[in-house]
RNA sequence: GGUGCGGUGGCGAAGCGGUAACGCUGCGGACUGCAAAUCCGCCAUUCGUCGGUUCAAAUCCGACCCGCACCUCCA
C-alpha cells in the first residue's frame, strides 16, 4: 500500500514513487527574511515537515533542502529604514525564524541554502541559460525568453495568450516579451551588489531555487513544495529555468498549500492582515498551534480566530489526558503485586492498536490527509480510555499498555506533537510542594466530612491554575 | 476578462458512487459528597440551488447562485 500525492503538475493523486528506492529528495521554497515569520509562513513549515516526518516514519531517507532568501528588494528597502546593512538584517531574521520554528516543532532540515552564499553558482546557471539562448542581455539585466521554452505554462496551466490577456504584467519595452522574467538584476545605486558578466547586480527572484535546488538534489528531485501563490510565477519560473539549462524533468512531484485567511480572506503581508506567529504563541502554546494547523488538510483554505485556536487546544488537552492516564496506569502496574491475574481485555485492547495504525497510515497514505489522521487519532484516545476504565490488571495488561503508549508516542511524533507530563516541572518543586499540601489540607478536610472547606481549598488551588481529580486511588493534580 | 479552488449539523472538519467520521459546543445519563477527568446516549432523513445519469449521488454530468485565490511582491 503506497502513498499517494496531489501533484500541482498534472491536476492529480499520484502514486508517491521515488526517484531512488527509499530516498526522498525534497526542496521548500523558505522565507525571505525581512520579519519575524506569520502564521501563513507557518503553515508549509509544519505541513511539509510533517509530510517529510511521515516519509522518514515509512522508512524513507529524505534529503530536505530548505533555502533562505537573504538577498532581496524587500529586504533592501527594510534595510534602508532601519539603516542597517540588507544582509545583516536578513541574517537576525534567520536566527529568530529557527527560534518560531523550533517552537512548532519543525525538524532542521538538511540544508539550508543561502543565497547570499551561492552567487557564484547562480551567476553560473545564468551564464548557462544564456549561452543555451534561453536568457539575453539588456544592459547589464538578464532575462529568461520564456518563449524559448516551450513547455511554459505547464504547472500552472497557462499558456502565454493566456498570460498576455492578464495583462497586469508591468511593461518593461526593453524586454523581448512581456512574460519574460529577470535572472540578473543591474544594481542601482546605493544597492548591495555582486560582480558578473554582466556587470554588478544581483539576482533575480527565480533563479536562486532553480541554482540551489540542483546543486543540492541534482537537475531532478522527487518533491518541490510551497505555497500556492508560488504556483505562479515562481515555481513555473523555477522549472523553466532549471529544465532549459539542464534538460530533464526538475521535480517529479508539486505539492502546495492551501491559504491561512482571516475572515475569508488571505493572510498576506501586502494585505496587512497579518499575525506574527510569535504574537500568537503568547497567547497560545505552540503545540496547539501545530496542531490547529494540520487538523485541516493541507490543500484546503484555513480560516483562523482564537475561537478556533482555542477548540482545538481543548482537543489537543483530550489527547494528552489520555496519555496521562495510560501514563498513570502503566506505572501503577508495575508496582502491582497481583501481577499473573488474568486481564480480559488486554487482546481486544492489542487489536485495537494495531487498527489505529493502520487507520493511522491509511489517512496518511493519501495525500497526507492530518485531518484524518487525527480523528484516528481521537478514536485511539478513546480506545485507550475506554480500556483503561476496564481496570485492567495482571500480566497481560501491563506489556499491552506499553505497546499502546509506544504507538500512541510514534503517531504522536509523526505529526510534530508530544504528550509529555505538563505537571510542575523541576523548577517548579517549590509550588508543587505548596500544591501538595493543600491538597493533604484538603483531604482531611473531606474526611471529616467538611466540604466546606475542602471546596474552598479547591476553589484557592483553581485560581492558582490547579485542577483537581480526586480518583479512587487518591487525588491528582495538574495544571491548566 | 482568463485560470483554478471551495460551499457538509451551532462552530470546525473528514468523506468524493453504496446510504453522513472526528473534534469543539449544547443536552440527558453513569461515576463523584460536589466537582474534575472518563464512559454511554442524543444533536444533519441530509451535504449551496435546480435539473440529469444510475438499482444507488454529499460523491458523476449540466446549469445557476455565493465565497475565495492566482494572472503583480506574497507561504
Known amino acids: 500500500m503506497g502513498i499517494s500525492v496531489y501533484n500541482t503538475l498534472s491536476r492529480n493523486k499520484e502514486p508517491l514513487i521515488p526517484r531512488k528506492a527509499g530516498k526522498i529528495g525534497m526542496y521548500v521554497c523558505g522565507p525571505t527574511t525581512y520579519n519575524y515569520i506569520h502564521l501563513g509562513n507557518a503553515r508549509p513549515l509544519v505541513v511539509f515537515d510533517?509530510?517529510?516526518?511521515?516519509?522518514?516514519?515509512?522508512?524513507?531517507?529524505?534529503?530536505?533542502?530548505?533555502?533562505f532568501t537573504d538577498v532581496d528588494d524587500k529586504i533592501i528597502r527594510r534595510a534602508r529604514e532601519e539603516k542597517r546593512p540588507p544582509l545583516e538584517l536578513a541574517r537576525s531574521y534567520i536566527e529568530e525564524y529557527f527560534v518560531d520554528a523550533d517552537a512548532l516543532q519543525v525538524k532542521r532540515a538538511t540544508i539550508y541554502p543561502k543565497v547570499s552564499e551561492h552567487m557564484d553558482d547562480i551567476i553560473a546557471f545564468v551564464k548557462g541559460l544564456q549561452e543555451k539562448g534561453f536568457a539575453y542581455e539588456i544592459d547589464g539585466d538578464v532575462y529568461f525568453a520564456v518563449n524559448r521554452f516551450e513547455e511554459y505554462g505547464k504547472l500552472s496551466g497557462r499558456t502565454l495568450d493566456d498570460l498576455q490577456a492578464g495583462a497586469r504584467v508591468e511593461v518593461d519595452d526593453r524586454k523581448r516579451y512581456p512574460g519574460d522574467f529577470a535572472l540578473w538584476k543591474k544594481a542601482k545605486p546605493d544597492e548591495p551588489y555582486w560582480d558578473s558578466p554582466w556587470g554588478p547586480g544581483r539576482p533575480g527572484w527565480h533563479i536562486e531555487c532553480s541554482t540551489m535546488s540542483c546543486k543540492y538534489l541534482g537537475p531532478s528531485f522527487d518533491i518541490h513544495a510551497g505555497g500556492f501563490d508560488l504556483v505562479f510565477p515562481h515555481h513555473e519560473n523555477e522549472i523553466a529555468q532549471s529544465e532549459a539549462f539542464n534538460g530533464v524533468q526538475m521535480a517529479k512531484y508539486w505539492l502546495h498549500n492551501g491559504f491561512i485567511t482571516i475572515n475569508q480572506e488571505k493572510m498576506s503581508k501586502s494585505l496587512g492582515n497579518f499575525f506574527l506567529l510569535r504574537d500568537i504563541l503568547k497567547k497560545f502554546p505552540a503545540q496547539v498551534v501545530r496542531f490547529y494547523l494540520l487538523a485541516t488538510h493541507y490543500r484546503s483554505p484555513l480560516d483562523f480566530d482564537d475561537e478556533k485556536l482555542e477548540a482545538a487546544g481543548k482537543g489537543l488537552e483530550r489527547l494528552q489526558t489520555a496519555y496521562r492516564l495510560l501514563q498513570e496506569k502503566k506505572s501503577g502496574l508495575e508496582n502491582d503485586s497481583r501481577a499473573g491475574e488474568t486481564?480480559?481485555?488486554?487482546?481486544?485492547?492489542?487489536?485495537?492498536?494495531?487498527?489505529?495504525?493502520?487507520?493511522?497510515?491509511?489517512?496518511?497514505?493519501?495525500?497526507?490527509?492530518?485531518?484524518?489522521?487525527?480523528?484516528?487519532?481521537?478514536?485511539?484516545?478513546?480506545?485507550?480510555?475506554?480500556?483503561?476504565?476496564?481496570?485492567?490488571?495482571?500480566?497481560?495488561?501491563?506489556?499491552?499498555?506499553?505497546?499502546?503508549?509506544?504507538?500512541?508516542?510514534?503517531?504522536?511524533s509523526v505529526l510534530g506533537l508530544q504528550f509529555a507530563d505538563k505537571k510542575a516541572g523541576p523548577t517548579d518543586t517549590k509550588r508543587a510542594e505548596e500544591v501538595e499540601a493543600l491538597i493533604q489540607k484538603r483531604q482531611e478536610a473531606k474526611s471529616s466530612k467538611d466540604y466546606r472547606t475542602a471546596d474552598a481549598i479547591r476553589d484557592e488551588l483553581k485560581k492558582m491554575g490547579v485542577i483537581l481529580e480526586d480518583t479512587p486511588g487518591g487525588t491528582r493534580w495538574r495544571n491548566k
Open 343 to 412: 486481564s480480559p481485555g488486554a487482546q481486544q485492547f492489542r487489536d485495537q492498536i494495531n487498527e489505529a495504525r493502520r487507520k493511522f497510515e491509511e489517512a496518511m497514505n493519501d495525500d497526507f490527509n492530518t485531518a484524518l489522521s487525527i480523528a484516528v487519532f481521537f478514536d485511539f484516545a478513546r480506545t485507550i480510555n475506554t480500556y483503561l476504565a476496564s481496570g485492567p490488571t495482571g500480566a497481560e495488561a501491563l506489556p499491552a499498555l506499553k505497546e499502546g503508549e509506544e504507538l500512541y508516542t510514534l503517531l504522536g
Open 50 to 67: 510533517t509530510v517529510r516526518r511521515y516519509l522518514e516514519y515509512l522508512g524513507f531517507e529524505v534529503t530536505f533542502v530548505q533555502n
